[in-house]
Protein backbone atom coordinates (compact mmCIF):
# COMPACT_ATOMS: atom_id res chain seq x y z
CA UNK A 1 0.00 0.00 0.00
CA UNK A 2 2.90 2.25 0.87
CA UNK A 3 4.00 1.77 -3.07
CA UNK A 4 0.93 2.96 -4.06
CA UNK A 5 1.16 5.68 -2.00
CA UNK A 6 4.95 6.75 -2.99
CA UNK A 7 3.92 6.22 -6.67
CA UNK A 8 0.90 8.93 -6.81
CA UNK A 9 3.41 11.58 -4.53
CA UNK A 10 5.41 10.84 -7.23
CA UNK A 11 3.34 11.35 -10.11
CA UNK A 12 1.67 14.27 -8.74
CA UNK A 13 5.50 15.72 -8.14
CA UNK A 14 6.53 15.47 -11.55
CA UNK A 15 3.06 16.82 -13.10
CA UNK A 16 3.58 19.97 -10.63
CA UNK A 17 7.21 20.23 -11.89
CA UNK A 18 6.63 19.92 -15.65
CA UNK A 19 3.76 22.74 -15.27
CA UNK A 20 6.26 24.84 -13.96
CA UNK A 21 8.25 24.04 -16.24
CA UNK A 22 5.92 25.64 -18.97
CA UNK A 23 5.48 21.72 -20.31
CA UNK A 24 2.30 20.02 -21.09
CA UNK A 25 2.79 17.73 -18.31
CA UNK A 26 -0.25 14.91 -19.33
CA UNK A 27 1.14 15.05 -22.93
CA UNK A 28 4.79 14.27 -21.50
CA UNK A 29 3.43 11.12 -19.33
CA UNK A 30 0.97 9.80 -21.66
CA UNK A 31 3.91 9.78 -24.60
CA UNK A 32 6.14 7.76 -22.06
CA UNK A 33 3.73 4.76 -21.34
CA UNK A 34 3.23 4.90 -24.80
CA UNK A 35 7.03 4.41 -25.30
CA UNK A 36 7.42 2.02 -22.52
CA UNK A 37 4.44 0.03 -24.02
CA UNK A 38 5.76 -0.31 -27.37
CA UNK A 39 9.75 -0.83 -26.38
CA UNK A 40 10.44 -2.08 -22.81
CA UNK A 41 7.31 -4.14 -22.04
CA UNK A 42 8.01 -6.85 -25.23
CA UNK A 43 11.83 -7.67 -23.82
CA UNK A 44 9.87 -8.18 -20.05
CA UNK A 45 7.92 -10.68 -21.85
CA UNK A 46 10.74 -12.30 -23.93
CA UNK A 47 12.93 -12.63 -20.43
CA UNK A 48 9.66 -14.16 -18.92
CA UNK A 49 9.12 -16.71 -21.89
CA UNK A 50 12.35 -17.35 -21.76
CA UNK A 51 12.45 -17.87 -17.94
CA UNK A 52 9.39 -19.84 -18.61
CA UNK A 53 10.94 -22.50 -21.37
CA UNK A 54 14.32 -22.49 -18.77
CA UNK A 55 12.01 -23.70 -15.79
CA UNK A 56 9.75 -26.11 -18.45
CA UNK A 57 13.21 -27.78 -19.78
CA UNK A 58 14.60 -28.10 -15.89
CA UNK A 59 11.50 -29.74 -14.72
CA UNK A 60 11.07 -32.40 -17.31
CA UNK A 61 14.90 -33.13 -18.06
CA UNK A 62 15.07 -32.67 -21.46
Known amino acids: MKY ?7 L ?3 IIVLNLLMY ?3 YV ?4 I ?3 IQYVL ?3 ALY ?3 Q ?5 KNRTGK
Open 4 to 10: LLYGTVG
Open 12 to 14: VVI
Open 24 to 26: DAF
Open 29 to 32: ITNT
Open 34 to 36: EWL
Open 42 to 44: PWI
Open 48 to 50: WFV
Open 52 to 56: FVNHY
